[in-house]
């Protein structure tokens, strides 16, 4: 496996009085998929709003690509090759497809913009043959598709994307999984938060467990699929110490 991109380090934070990250701590491998899983609660989302500077930390450190990043700002996160899509619908529904996209790269400088665009609705069949319609005309996977690809306008080396078959169809989940795997193929690494665990694991690389905001497996992704002790804690119960 290749040389870490991403580090977290002992991160601890939460919001307000509450604590959701408890020393949440990882590695994710360059050009790899890396799926993070575990219940309600156990800090996924939280720990990709660290990572992108929506949530600031009292304790711990996050490196990308050999440099320290932690509490740094969006646009500087963006700047450096990270990219956030967030779990839910998040288009401009009045605006066309194309236009969309065209917004993922509006606030860089000295970039061929229309190439760009070009090269995304090349990843993209359906977008492309709806390039000319309003965002709100497309389907939920399609909107889904138009999210990332708008994210790929700035060419980032790590794309953080949060529950990306929430609400779809079983074929737009596949079609999703196949693009994620495909910018995987194309040296982009991607981290994962997904609900359905089982789909995500089996095209990913790295599987991450997270309980209560602490770090409980980290392995490969066949491995944790194949864990026995990983139904117990989608089943609500606690892992056991010994997984830990």
Known sequence: ?????????????????MTILNGTTFSVPSATITT????????????????????KLREGKISFAGRDVTNLSQRALLNAGICYVPQGRNIFPELSVRHNIELGGVAAKGIDLPTRIEAALDLFPALRRKSTQQASTLS???????????????EPKLVLIDEPSIGL?????????????????????????????????????????????????????????????????FLGGAMEESAA
Do not use: W
């Open 140 to 154: 939920g996977g399609e909107q889904k598709q138009l999210e990332i690809a708008r994210s790929l306008l700035l």
């Open 36 to 55: 993070i899983i575990g219940p309600n609660g156990a800090g996924k989302s939280t720990v990709f709003k660290a990572i992108f500077g929506l949530l």
């Open 169 to 233: 169809s079983p074929l737009m989940v596949q079609q999703t999984f196949d693009i994620l795997q495909s910018l995987r193929d194309r040296g982009v690494t991607i981290l994962m938060i997904e609900q359905n665990a089982r789909s995500a694991l089996e095209i990913s690389d790295i599987g991450i467990v997270l309980e209560l905001g602490q770090t409980r497996m980290v392995d490969k992704a066949e491995r944790i699929l194949n864990d026995p002790r990983i139904g117990q804690l």
């Open 1 to 17: 496996m290749s040389d870490p991109i991403l580090s977290v380090h002992n991160l601890v934070g939460g919001y307000g009085k």
